[in-house]
């Protein structure tokens, strides 16, 4: 066989990791994970934590592989974790889900995404409408499904959509509003208004909306505030979310979606052939994070906020232009001051000539519009402060 056929083909194409001989490209996280390792640079590329999450999480984990909880779990997830998911939702935003009917626990966020996108596609003539850029799974499941990716562009420097762009794009063909916020890679938090206008164009042309919320507790200027508290959006959104970035445990891989019975019940239906579950002993100790006192969450957020500012000042000091985030790990920042004029050859260099390795915000857009993005660059500033404070030492050489 010359050739492997298949919907991997569309996938990678989707995700641009199709070479024009047909082969597939790594993906450009693991080419700069890559880099760092070659060159001892610091990896400001990946958005992952450096240190673990708070001990509580982390006890409850071994406690529950100490206890025996190393089987499959019930495929809706365990009891007290969608118990755990319901409590907080209403305890921050107002949001009632029934544990039993609508809430379901993933493989992460990314595999709660992918379940809802293969439940609510139909066939090629539906749409999915996404705000570029986008974390990069989205291209990639959307090609998945079969449908059309259709974009929103949000546009430096402080990265809101434009009304008239979005109503543009949600049509009669729209299956899909899909929505981060708070954004990756941008760092942007949707104002009241676009939030407002996604419900409103969702109900007009009886799309679904699907929120990818991961970020919900690192929002720096205010609250978050789910798009399904808005009113009229309850009934047509599912929400996503993981454990990982509130709790810094990326590698656990549990994520949940809440919304309508309906809508969670189709989820379901391919979830469970896809994973059909994980994490057994991991879901107890996430129970155990969301049920943490307001300190920590409130504490995660300041921390946070405090090494965005830390990355910022020292992006700013050498030379880059920088958009201030409102929430997420991510500072997007600017090397057209630097000279750079292709943000993916800028990164390649960066090792090299600074220490520190960054992602090309042009490897999270489509390729009709990677020149809007040129020369923009994402910083991850989930770091210890230490080694932050070290990349910004290192990045003054580029003044």
Not at 5 to 27: I, Q
Not at 155 to 160: A, K
Not at 187 to 212: I, K, N, P
Not at 213 to 240: C, K, M
């Amino acid at each position: 066989m010359r050739e492997t056929p298949g919907a991997w083909r569309r996938t990678a194409e989707g995700a641009g990791l199709l070479a024009p001989d047909g082969t597939t490209r790594p993906t450009i996280f693991a080419e700069m994970s890559a880099l760092a390792a070659a060159t001892g640079a610091i990896n400001l590329g990946q958005g992952f934590p450096d240190e673990d999450g708070p001990e509580e999480v982390l006890e409850a984990a071994r406690a529950a592989i100490a206890g025996g909880a190393n089987q499959y779990p019930p495929g809706r997830g365990i009891p007290d974790l969608r118990l755990a998911v319901a409590e907080h939702q209403q305890r921050f935003y107002g949001l009632q889900p029934d544990p039993d009917s609508e809430v379901l626990v993933t493989t992460g966020a990314t595999e709660a995404l992918a379940a809802a996108l293969l439940a609510l596609v139909d066939g090629p003539d539906d749409e999915i409408v996404v705000f570029e850029p986008f974390y990069d799974s989205y291209a990639a499941c959307v090609a998945l499904t079969g449908a059309r990716l259709v974009t929103v562009p949000l546009r430096w420097p402080d990265f809101q959509p434009d009304p008239d762009d979005l109503r543009a794009a949600v049509t009669d063909r729209t299956r899909v509003i899909l929505v981060n916020d708070p954004h990756n890679p941008t760092g942007t938090v949707f104002t009241a208004e676009v939030q407002a206008e996604v419900v409103r164009l969702a109900e007009r042309h009886d799309a679904v909306v699907v929120t990818d919320e991961v970020y919900e507790h690192l929002a720096f200027d205010a609250p978050h505030i789910p798009i399904a508290t808005v009113p009229g959006a309850r009934e047509r959104t599912l929400t996503i979310s993981s454990g990982g970035k509130t709790f810094a445990t990326t590698g656990w891989k549990i994520g949940w979606i809440t919304g309508p019975a309906g809508l969670v019940d189709a989820v379901l239906a391919v979830k469970q052939f896809l994973t059909y579950v994980s994490g057994s002993p991991f879901q107890p100790a996430i129970a155990a994070g969301l049920r943490l006192p307001d300190s920590y969450f409130d504490g995660a957020a300041t921390t946070m906020a405090a090494k965005r500012d830390l990355l910022g000042a020292g992006l700013t000091a050498a030379g880059f232009a920088v958009s201030r985030p409102s929430g997420s790990y991510f500072t997007v920042a600017d090397a057209s001051p630097l000279g750079a004029t292709d943000a993916a050859e800028f990164c390649r260099r960066l090792p090299e000539r600074a220490g520190v390795v960054a992602i090309p915000l042009t490897a999270f857009v489509t390729p009709a519009h990677r020149d809007r993005y040129a020369g923009l660059v994402r910083f991850a500033a989930c770091k210890r402060v230490e080694v932050l404070e070290d990349a910004a030492s290192r990045l003054a050489a580029l003044a």
